[in-house]
């Protein structure tokens, strides 16, 4: 069966993307491996462009549209569009604007004003409409209906999980002993292209899914061996409500040995640590893994590991702890 | 006329620090180049071990001296003893543990908690006293008569000195464009190391000090050409507090270009837009230096600008913008 995404899909997206995105640091802490008893390496992409992994993506996503394909009949370029208060909104509005096109935001208009902001700052033509899903598609509809927006899902996307996949590809050419890779998992595209990322590229290395408890559709999906969708979960780790999609399932069902769960205030602790020991500000999403690695020493099997900081997008007015 | 500190001083000090100490990387925004209309690379000190670039100049003094110096007549060792609540503390601790001795530390009862804490993290015995100097001063000389301990002075002292240098060095090295550096102003440890590393490896290039309006005792003195102390300053840069010393004060008098003061409020706002944009924790003493050159562009003359990050250690439950 043809993979979901190909190890040269994935290689493809790093030439690609490479303009237009950072290849960010890896960073390591004497503190945190005592804490954790492991070497572990943290592939910095909330120092990536938009502030989270997300860029990788919408960039490979947007750039792998044809000029034909962006043609509409009056000679004018189409743009793109996609639904989303998060990250990849942001991404998708930088992604757009890299490419000089128009990038279209559908979003509820209860989102957080931090949130608005981010993304009209990156040139998005923000949308606003009730925050139930009906609303959402029907808006959506209508403005592709209108512009001839072409739609990138924020995961379930073959070129974005390509994208994402280019983080591992990266971290395992900065540190080439890493031998367990951990990402947190939302919809999954972070965790299936890192997945299909290390397997095609260390396949004797193991990947786990690190999720918030509250949230954990992509643990009883795993385990039921379908897709078993969240409903409105409450989190801290905003970026990883979603439930997993129709593309992502399959690979992480296939590729990923343990999706491992972790209490909100487990993450709210490793997220403060990471701020503290290592000076960087992370969002409580890309704590996950380390909260993970601090909870179950001894489950998460390896010598020398790699944990994706998935972003560092957080309103500096409301922190966790206070 | 003899120097203060050689350039052979401070490549001996990189030479002797290097196994105890990080060689932090330098970090670049391209939001932040462009609202200083200039390229700035930041040496991020706050990733320093002990999160400040006092790492260096404690390890360079605690390793520089001679195990005879250290031998008591009973055949044990001598420790080292400062006075501090702020870095210097923290760092003569580390600095200490790595050679295995004693660090002595005298802090004022009424000290922040979380400035307790973290320098005796490092393994210090801590002593606290009132907060008037005459209570320290004997509270210092009574350790030292009892314990022999030799006294680290946080910034009026060659070696300490030699050891800040090697940060300005480390980033010439990283960024050889560099034409301009800043870094902050409080004792003048840093600013004064960072003077004659310029001046004795890259001349061309210009070195200004950052120093907050409300702790504005280097511009002062910088003025008058002699020393002017503060009195009790009132600044959210609470590593700036302190005023220059009669070591650091005639090296930033002879080798630094001018030295430039901000509000508080500038202060602020540059540290919430490197945490925002470059998703680094850093202090506000850290900060001043970009607030000098979001404050004064055309005033601070230089292309390629390398600004020294100096720490990272703040009250994560209090911060400035709440």
Chains 1, 2 share one sequence.
Not at 59 to 68: G, L, M, R, Y
Not at 192 to 204: I, R
Not at 205 to 224: C, H, I, N, T
Not at 278 to 285: A, F, R, T, Y
């Amino acid at each position: 069966m043809e993979p979901v995404v190909t190890v040269r899909a994935i290689k493809e997206a790093g030439t690609r993307i490479e303009p237009y995105v950072h290849r960010t640091p890896v960073f390591t802490s004497s503190a945190i491996d005592r804490a954790c008893r492991a070497r572990v390496y943290f592939k910095a992409e909330n120092m990536q462009k938009v502030g989270a992994f997300k860029a990788r993506g919408a960039v490979n996503a947007v750039f792998s549209i044809t000029s034909e394909e962006l043609l509409k009949t009056d000679g004018t370029r189409k743009g793109v569009i996609t639904h989303s208060s998060g990250n990849h909104a942001a991404a998708l509005a930088y992604a757009a604007s890299c490419r000089g096109i128009t990038a279209h935001v559908v979003m509820p208009e209860n989102a957080p004003p931090v949130k608005k902001a981010a993304v009209a700052g990156y040139g998005a033509k923000i949308t606003y409409c009730p925050s139930t899903q009906k609303d959402r598609e029907q808006t959506m509809a209508a403005i592709m209906e209108e512009t001839g927006a072409i739609f990138i899902h924020p995961y379930n996307n073959r070129r974005v999980i390509a994208g994402q996949g280019t983080a591992a590809m990266e971290m395992l050419e900065q540190v080439s002993s890493i031998d367990t890779v951990i990402a947190p998992v939302g919809g999954g595209g972070l965790l299936s292209g890192t997945a299909l990322c290390v397997a095609g590229f260390k396949s004797s290395a193991k990947v786990y899914g690190a999720e918030p408890l509250a949230a954990d559709d992509a643990r009883r999906s795993f385990q039921a061996g379908k897709i078993i969708p969240v409903e409105n979960p409450q989190t801290i780790a905003d970026g990883l409500k979603t439930s997993l999609g129709e593309l992502t399932f399959p690979v992480i069902y296939e590729h990923v040995t343990d999706i491992i769960t972790v209490s909100e205030k487990a993450i709210i602790e490793a997220m403060r640590l990471v701020w503290e020991r290592m000076k960087l500000v992370i969002e409580p999403s890309a704590a996950v893994p380390l909260a993970v690695l601090l909870n179950e020493r001894g489950q998460v099997d390896g010598e020398n590991i790699g944990v994706i900081i998935s972003g560092g997008n957080i309103d500096l007015a409301r922190l966790p702890w206070q």
